[in-house]
């Protein structure tokens, strides 16, 4: 009697830490059961698969993202690196000819050189990331906007319908390159030294350049690779737009951060984990989906939007208020 | 004679996830008496003194302010009835300067403005006292660590307080700052305040404690007159068991240099040269100020070099970042272990294996097998105490924080250590094993530099000895030479 009682109690705290240490998941759930209320279409599994589509984009370059924040840092520039690298394709193969099995190759490359910049102007000038991408932002975007001379660019080869249009056993390609991205970021993360030394960095700089890393070199490292990601997502939306447009994939990095925050990546870094991003990007989804089935204005939606925005860096300041909460009190160890 | 019983905690309960740390206890304190609380680590020390602060919320039991019950505790509560803490970590804010740090709190002036004028001529009246030249003016963070516990205890003095609580105040300050402090509290308690005085120094529980309770594993053991016991008896109390201390005895002599530092200078130290062989300690002694956490960081490469040289195994090296300097295989244990050694929020597992993490890697995966070998290998070596390698670092005791810090270090494998205060905070069962384990490394031909305050541990441990002054070298002292008063006059500058 005593036993079972002592079981049930052990088994409800162990449900309540895990709802505690999963509030992302918590929330995401919640909202699937209230919207699968409110339209009898919402659980259905073409709308589900529709529903990660689109926000599948903004996942792949969420996971660039997040290794720049787990490091401590921010990037938000990744919407104007989208906007140039996707003209810049559409230029590279319509303009100039160029194969799509060499152009994309090619337009990594120089997604890749953009995070290099970002990178190189943040060791160099030692100013805040925040500060740095929001200048780079209006440059790359700026840029974008001049090569692309207010034309709607079109006219590329069948064969670059695939990435953004085709299917693998009837699911989308972007779907399965979040996922593929999402599991090499979390191994990257989990388990190799280069991903401790991206934690280690977030947690405490000084202590990682004592314990030998290359704190600069890391840095450079970490913007190369949201560089890189972000013109994966370039290549999959201009196939799946199939025009070269200046509009395409412009505030990305908006929903990158509030799915982000959301995941439980902090925005002082040390922390996160790739389930908790993932949820937060569906999250997003399952927000977007409801309203557009609710057929909401569209400038609604970004009212919402943002306020989906603060209510996830409220959160994240409560987590940390409570942390902090606690290290006062362990201060004293 | 007998004094009012000022403070009393009854039956004081405090659950963590896995630990007990504060079972059922019942002490009382009385006032104008220099109470001492001792205890390994872990054994729920700073967890009492938080719960009579109000930083934490017991789960059962009463603390009783003269004769006043209260059953929840704040922190500004506690601080209206006069109790003032000193915490075993930093409590300042690094970015404000050490007047304002002081001065934190009161109302100095009539104006409601800030009048930092008048903030830092009474701040520099409360330094004054500790005789050590801060500049009110400097920020806490230009500060070492030392000085900021000069600081911190200048802020408490300098409140009216009834009750002063002291969470191994000494740990990091050397002999000649400890004689300051002493006379301090002497002063305080001449005036009635009651100190609770938190220490692993037993020498100083001796010198200044009217009464002593231990603690063990969260449990009050027992509470003693000072002048009726004896350092074995407390030990045993404290350890629940007989335990020798002594230095581990050599094994083997010291061999040829490993490394060799002419004319160093530079972060503040000036042309500094010395040598160390393989298989030998070098206490490095000095006062607080004196350059000996600057010469360690200079040596490791985290502070640039202006002038100077430095040899390996007699070829000159240019070591320009900590990492050039763990490539040639020194490894450093760092002062400041919250800002400099851990990471607070990662695990115990994970803190211990990173230095080492790029080593156990396998075309940049990380072998977790052997990374968990290594961390249960120090874990139970140095006994570190913990539910689980997986607790984070932050929800540990100050000395097994420490104990972590060790743990990296030793874990690196490096041919050259510099330990900077390696013991800092750590009880005197560890401190018996890392002797050992220290002992044992040298006479494997490692080469071993140790920083500290302790002298004892410094006279005990060390082959030979130099002392730094000012940020120059004041002279070398060799093991028949050994004697505290010799290497304190070569430390203050008046030999
Ligand atoms: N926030 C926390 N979460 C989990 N466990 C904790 C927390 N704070 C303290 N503990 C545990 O409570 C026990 C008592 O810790 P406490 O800090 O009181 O020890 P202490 O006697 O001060 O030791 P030390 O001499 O090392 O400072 C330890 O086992 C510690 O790991
Ligand atoms: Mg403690």
Redesign the pocket.
Known sequence: MKNQSAFLSRLGSGIGSFTKKNVPLMILIFLMILFSFMSENFLTSRNIITLIRQVSFTGISAVGLMFVMISGGIDLSIGSQIVFTNVLLAIMMVDWKIPPGLAIPLILVVGTGLGTINGFLCIKLKIHPLIITLGTSAIFKGFGYIINRSRNIMGFPDSFRWFGQGYIWGIPVPIIVMVVVALIGSFILTRTYFGRKIFALGGNEEAARLAGVNVNKMKVYLFMICGFISAITAVLLLSRVFAGQTITGQGTEFDCLTAALLGGVSFKGGEGTVFGLITGIIIIGVLNNAMQLASFPDFSQTVVKGSVLLIAVAFDVYQKNRKAK?TV??V?? | MDAKIVLSLEKVTKK????L?LNNISIDFLEGEVHALL??????????I?AVAGAIDVDAGIIKINGQEYHEMTPSLSRSLGIEVIY?EFNLVPTLSCSENIMMGESVGSSIFFNSKLVDAKASEVLKQFAVAIDPKKLVQELSIAEQQIVEIAKAVSKNIKILIM??PSAPLSVAEVEIMFDIIKQLKQKGVTIIY?S?RLEEVFRISDRVSV?RD?CYVTTKNTKDTNRQELIKLMVGRELKESYPGRKNPPGDIALEVKNLTGNGDKNISFVVRKGEILGISGLVGAGRTELAMLLFGAEPIQKGEILLNGQPVIIKSPLDAIKYKIGLLTEDRKGQGLFLEMSIKWNISFPIAGRISKYGIVNTKKEDEIARKYKERINI??PSLL?QV???????Q?KVVLAKSLAAESDILIFDEPTR?I?VGAKQEIYQLMTDLADNGIAILMISSDMEELLGMSDRIIVLCEGKLAGEVKKDQFEQHYILDLASGTH
């Not at chain 2, 963590?16 to 630990?19: A, I, K, L, N, S």
């Open positions: 606690e009190a362990k004293a160890a | 963590y996830p896995g630990v740390a205890g390994e680590n872990g054994a729920g020390k700073s967890t009492l938080k075993q969470d191994e938190i692993h603690m969260g105490k913990t607790q932050i929800n540990l005791s100050g000395g097994n420490q905070g009880d």
